[in-house]
């Protein structure tokens, strides 16, 4: 292992592994040759194990991706730990909490199904973002600069009803999204004058997520 900057934390560091952009648990073995990986500190990737294996979970438990040949694959390992007894609790969380949407953007283009989940979950946008940290670094814009935050969201109506929202949402639709390892993973990204970078990012073909990189004070990225 080489020494290298972490992407997260930013510190310089003596070892330094790769991340996989998505989480390892989603893409599934063998790894995808377009694989993404961008580079982390141990710790870091270390802190970001319970939540991933969280998102594979929620995905996973989701039917409109239950289709998809890594989903089919990927599903025996959330189905098996679910069975066990301690986890009844856990699988339960999933089923009920998570409906799902059909978004079209204000012009018209479909776009996907957003998750909407019945409570806000931070562990889940907490993974979008750190996804977001990983896409802006593959994108080569570096080291998200100090100042600036990194906010995930699940689209719901108030979100699609506001204006600067609308604008992005379009311009996302209108470009051919980056899609990696069997559609696992599509992304597209658009830059904005106002030194935000803004990310539309979809699993498996169908659930969508917006993000947004920018300075704190940027509209876009008020809760
Ligand atoms: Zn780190």
Same mark, same amino acid.
């Given at each position: 292992?080489?020494?290298?900057?972490?992407?997260?934390?930013?510190?310089?560091?003596?070892?330094?592994?790769?991340?996989?952009?998505?989480?390892?648990?989603?893409?599934?073995?063998?790894?995808?040759?377009?694989?993404?990986?961008?580079?982390?500190?141990?710790?870091?990737?270390?802190?970001?194990?319970?939540?991933?294996?969280?998102?594979?979970?929620?995905?996973?438990?989701?039917?409109?991706?239950?289709?998809?040949?890594?989903?089919?694959?990927?599903?025996?390992? $959330?189905?098996?730990? #679910?069975? !066990?007894? %301690?986890? /009844?609790?856990?699988?339960?969380?999933? @089923?009920?909490?998570? =409906? *799902?949407?059909?978004?079209?953007?204000?012009?018209?283009?479909?776009?996907?199904?957003?998750?909407?989940?019945?409570?806000?979950?931070?562990?889940?946008?907490?993974?979008?973002?750190?996804?977001?940290?990983?896409?802006?670094?593959?994108?080569?814009?570096?080291?998200?600069?100090?100042?600036?935050? $990194?906010?995930?969201? #699940?689209? !719901?109506? %108030?979100? /699609?009803?506001?204006?600067?929202?609308? @604008?992005?949402?379009? =311009? *996302?639709?209108?470009?051919?999204?980056?899609?990696?390892?069997?559609?696992?993973?599509?992304?597209?990204?658009?830059?904005?004058?106002?030194?935000?970078?803004?990310?539309?990012?979809?699993?498996?073909?169908?659930?969508?997520?917006?993000?947004?990189?920018?300075?704190?004070?940027?509209?876009?990225?008020?809760?």
């Amino acid at each position: 292992m080489a020494r290298g900057v972490c992407i997260y934390c930013k510190q310089e560091k003596k070892k330094i592994t790769r991340d996989h952009v998505p989480p390892q648990g989603l893409l599934g073995k063998p790894l995808p040759k377009d694989t993404i990986t961008v580079p982390s500190c141990r710790g870091c990737n270390q802190n970001f194990s319970n939540d991933d294996q969280y998102f594979r979970d929620c995905l996973m438990s989701m039917r409109i991706v239950e289709n998809h040949p890594v989903v089919k694959k990927q599903r025996k390992k $959330t189905m098996r730990g #679910f069975r !066990r007894k %301690e986890s /009844l609790g856990y699988a339960k969380e999933f @089923i009920s909490r998570v =409906e *799902l949407k059909e978004v079209h953007s204000p012009g018209g283009v479909y776009l996907g199904q957003f998750p909407v989940f019945t409570t806000d979950d931070n562990r889940i946008l907490d993974t979008i973002t750190r996804i977001a940290k990983g896409l802006y670094y593959e994108e080569g814009k570096g080291l998200i600069p100090d100042g600036f935050i $990194t906010t995930a969201r #699940f689209i !719901r109506q %108030e979100v /699609l009803n506001d204006e600067n929202i609308k @604008i992005v949402l379009n =311009e *996302l639709a209108s470009i051919n999204p980056r899609i990696v390892g069997d559609d696992v993973l599509a992304y597209s990204m658009v830059s904005t004058p106002e030194n935000r970078t803004a990310f539309m990012i979809r699993f498996y073909g169908k659930l969508l997520f917006f993000a947004v990189i920018g300075p704190e004070s940027d509209l876009l990225l008020g809760s």
